[in-house]
Structures are given as C-alpha cells and as structure tokens.
C-alpha cells in the first residue's frame, strides 16, 4: 500500500496567516492527490482533487498543487472557519485508498 | 442535495456481529460506487470497504478483509457493512462515503456524519 506523510502533524496560526501543509507519497502517484478538511464532531469535506482542482463552492483561497510524490495544501489567509484538521488521500493505487495522519491546524 | 445517513452503530462485545446501513438520497444511488471509511477516536481517517455500482466489483481493506461484508441494494438507495468478528480496535466512526469516479481512481466527494461501532466487554 502506498504510504502517505503529511507535515506537521499539527502547528498554530494566526488569521490572515499564509500556511502550507505538506503530503508526500511513498512512491510516485502522478496527480491523484485529493485534500479533505474536517471540523471537530464533523464529517471530512472535500477540497480539493486532482491534486489542484477545487471542489466546486470551495474558498478560492485554498489551492493545492504537486505531482509525482511531493504536494501541498497552501491557505491564502487564514479564516476563523479554516481551523480544522486537513487530510490528504492517494488515488493512484488501490485498493487500499489511504490517507495521511492528518495534519491540525490551530489558533495561535 | 446529496444525503448520506447512517446508522446501526452501538455497543457491542468482541467477538460478536453489527450490522451498518447508509441510506442515500439526492442523486441516482445505482450510477455511483460506494464506501465505508472509519475513524478510530482521536485517530485517523481509514479506508474500510468499497462497492460498485453494480456490486460486481468489492475491495476490503487487510485489516477487515474475512470479517467484514460489503453489500447495497439500488432499489432502496441503501449501503450495508456486515461486521462480524468484531475486535476492539474495530472502535470507530463509521463514514459511508460517496465516490467519484476520476482519471486514476477516484476520491470521496460526500460524506455522511457516520455512525459509532464501540467494541467492548
């Protein structure tokens, strides 16, 4: 199965903060990267696909970008409802589809 | 709008069976494969078992695979995951999750608000 690391595990901001979280695949997936958010007590939401494709009503000031086995989920400016924990997803190889551990974005 | 709802989750002992059901509803169930994911509190997403639009094609992860069954009926908009031999550490949310067919493979573009499987003595 391929493997999927994501750093940090968890880091603070600040609203109106730049962050980018990072996503890197054991082996090489091509574009097949999808992002998710999920809020406490919530199911995860879709953000992003295609490694860079945002999901239809999604903030434009998320993107995503990465091929092969490095990615990241970039925030623009950081909004109150952005805190969250972020997940990425392979699509690549599967089954299994795997995700990373996660990566928890709080308030500073 | 797309709907997922699950439910069948509860306290069980080890050892013994649980049936989930997800019922859909806002999109035409029978065109789109389906998924079970979990996650274990405080942990985690993990893929459990997904289902074809037809049924004719069914995957299960390691972990689940000889315990676990996969199963839908199209003409009641409804997704089932037949646990038996449950553990504990099969404690988890359960998610049914919509797929999206894509170049590749695929990802999960609806999620319902899961239902809580508590393996315990």
């Known amino acids: 199965a391929i493997r999927m690391t994501q750093s940090p595990s968890s880091f603070s901001a600040s609203t109106g903060d730049r962050v980018t979280i990072t996503c890197r695949a054991s082996q090489g997936i091509s574009s097949y990267l999808a992002w998710y958010q999920q809020k406490p007590g919530k199911a995860p939401k879709l953000l992003i696909y295609a490694a860079s494709t945002l999901q239809s009503g999604v903030p434009s000031r998320f993107s995503g970008s990465g091929s092969g086995t490095d990615f990241t989920l970039t925030i623009s400016c950081l909004q109150s409802e952005d805190f969250a924990t972020y997940y990425c997803?392979?699509?690549?190889?599967?089954?299994?589809?795997?995700f990373g551990q996660g990566t928890k974005v709080e308030i500073k | 709008e797309v709907q997922l709802v699950e439910s069948g989750g509860g306290l069980v002992q080890p050892g013994r069976s649980l049936r989930l059901s997800c019922a859909a509803s806002?999109?035409?169930?029978?065109?789109?494969?389906m998924h079970w994911v979990r996650q274990a509190p405080g942990k985690g997403l993990e893929w459990v078992s997904g289902?074809?639009?037809?049924?004719?094609?069914?995957g299960y992860a390691d972990s689940v695979k000889g315990r676990f069954t996969i199963s839908r009926d199209n003409a009641k908009n409804s997704l089932y995951l037949q646990m038996n031999s449950l553990r504990a550490e099969d404690t988890a949310l359960y998610y049914c999750?919509?797929?999206?067919?894509?170049?590749?493979?695929?990802?999960?573009?609806?999620w319902g608000q899961g239902t809580l499987v508590t393996v315990s003595s």
């Open positions: 806002g999109f035409t169930f029978d065109d789109y494969a």
């Open positions: 997803q392979q699509y690549y190889s599967y089954p299994p589809w795997t």
């Open positions: 289902i074809s639009w037809n049924s004719g094609s069914i």
């Open positions: 999750a919509k797929f999206s067919a894509a170049a590749g493979g695929g990802y999960f573009d609806y």
